[in-house]
């Protein structure tokens, strides 16, 4: 057994307190209950999660019973939109504990809400010669717009490194923001490969004494384990809801209200605006000056849900389940010969293990997992800088939810074997 190996079996964090059954869950999932030639074994929720009845029921009964535009309609079924619309932001926004649920914006997904900010309060507030911090473990999502508008302003960017471990290299850090020059720092909060779980609250406090602000790509942490704004102390924070249990085609942007106060639109049109004339505007209130145009209302209504649905489970027993079976994939993964995982041991990780197999590419490997039932992703999971920095031009990787179970990490492991018999040489 590899020492991480060895790590992740003694820090595995124990199931029996667990307040749900994954089996008992999964039950609640159509994707799983429908027939198939052989038992699903989806280990691809990082990428996205499946969806429980109870989502796609409210989105259902949205279109079926009161379907109407929302903040127009002076009728029954448009007010009763309106109230659903407006209610799964409160959920959102007690979910992620936001003061207010002003400070919560719908967007398409998070990579939408980053581009936001980089948008409405980068062309606002940077300046020539400013900088902003990213790290080497972002997803391109946390990149790519801090990339165009360092092109449109000539804003400088600067990265924390990832160590050997695959942690932040946060020691770093005082000396990248010491010149003043850093206005923003944008870090993600779990790692979509390495699993990383990046101490969010004490990366603010050295940001804020800085006085830079700080944005979290929570794509990977809100859907699985307990956020609280306040208590991360960040000023920006995305995620998105396709990955927990929603539908795709919603996401949110939690800021701070005296910066969305100060920021500009995002996106011009209907219902973002106060009052319009020929030639100006005044805008609306938060947080529908960032809300152009007829928005996801379906969407939204059933990522309440899906906030419900996860608030029932608990965001504590969900990240304890999802860690105990990263724990349980690591003991199990280590048994497999030639097989190297990336990143740190089970306790300081969440529910993603990535995994390179000898020389057989990751996607030849998904192709032979896919024969199984078994689906796992396979390639640089929009991380190409980090796989870059790892040395490896992709990587195969397993990733849980509440649903997920033992017997599926069993069913990959035996695929492995099996991929490798058939590319053994
Ligand atoms: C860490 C991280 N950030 C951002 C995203 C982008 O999410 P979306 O495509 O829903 O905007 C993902 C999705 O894979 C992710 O894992």
Redesign the pocket.
């Known amino acids: 057994m590899g020492e991480s190996a060895a790590a992740a079996k003694l820090s595995r964090p124990s199931r029996a307190s667990l307040a749900f059954d994954p089996g008992e869950v999964r039950q609640q999932f159509p994707i799983f209950r429908a027939p198939r030639p052989k038992p699903l074994a989806y280990l691809d929720s ?2 996205t999660s499946q969806k429980p009845d109870p989502v796609l029921e409210a989105m259902a009964r949205y279109y079926a019973e009161y379907n109407a535009n929302i903040h127009r309609g002076i009728y029954d079924i448009a007010e009763r939109a309106t109230a659903a619309y407006e209610d799964a932001r409160r959920r959102v926004a007690h979910l992620v504990g936001a003061s207010s649920p002003r400070e919560i914006v719908f967007t ?7 581009n936001l900010v980089a948008h409405a309060w980068g062309r606002r507030f940077l300046e020539v010669g400013d900088a902003i911090v990213l790290t080497e473990m ?5 990149l790519v717009p801090w990339q165009l508008l360092a092109q449109e302003k000539q804003v400088e960017l600067r990265f924390i490194p990832v160590t050997g471990s695959g942690e932040l290299a946060l020691e770093t850090l005082p000396e990248l923001l010491a010149d003043g020059r850093a206005k923003l720092v944008s870090v ?1 909060h ?3 490969v390495l699993g990383t779980v990046n101490p969010i609250a004490e990366i603010a406090r050295t940001v804020h004494a800085a006085g830079a602000l700080l944005a979290v ?1 929570a ?2 942490s809100v859907p699985h384990c307990p956020v609280d704004v306040k208590q991360l102390d960040c000023d920006f924070m ?1 995620f ?1 809801s ?2 927990m249990l929603g539908p ?1 085609g919603i ?1 949110a942007l939690y800021g701070r209200r005296r910066l969305l106060e100060a920021m500009p639109p995002f996106l011009g049109g209907g219902e973002m605006i106060r009052e319009v004339k020929l030639t100006e505007s005044k805008w609306n209130d938060l947080p529908w000056k960032f809300e152009a145009g007829t928005m996801p209302i379906a969407e939204a209504i059933g990522l309440g849900a899906a906030v419900d649905y996860l608030e029932g489970l608990g965001m504590a027993e969900v990240f304890a389940h999802d860690r105990a079976l990263a724990g349980y994939a690591m003991e199990r993964l280590a048994e497999v010969p030639d097989l190297v995982m990336l990143g740190p041991p089970a306790d300081r990780r969440g529910g993603v293990v990535a995994f390179t197999l000898g020389e057989i590419h990751p996607h030849d490997v998904a192709t032979v997992l896919d024969d199984e039932g078994v689906c796992i992703r396979a390639g640089h ?2 991380a190409m800088p980090l796989h870059a920095k790892l040395g490896v031009p992709a990587s195969a990787r397993a990733s849980f939810h509440c649903y997920s179970l033992e017997e599926e990490v069993d069913t990959l492991v035996r695929g492995l074997h099996r991929a490798r018999k058939v590319f053994a040489r």
């Open positions: 990082a990428a398409r997904n998070s990579t939408e809400a980053l972002e997803h391109h999502s946390n993600v779990i790692s979509n790509d794509s990977q995305a998105t396709h990955k795709t996401g999971h929009c």
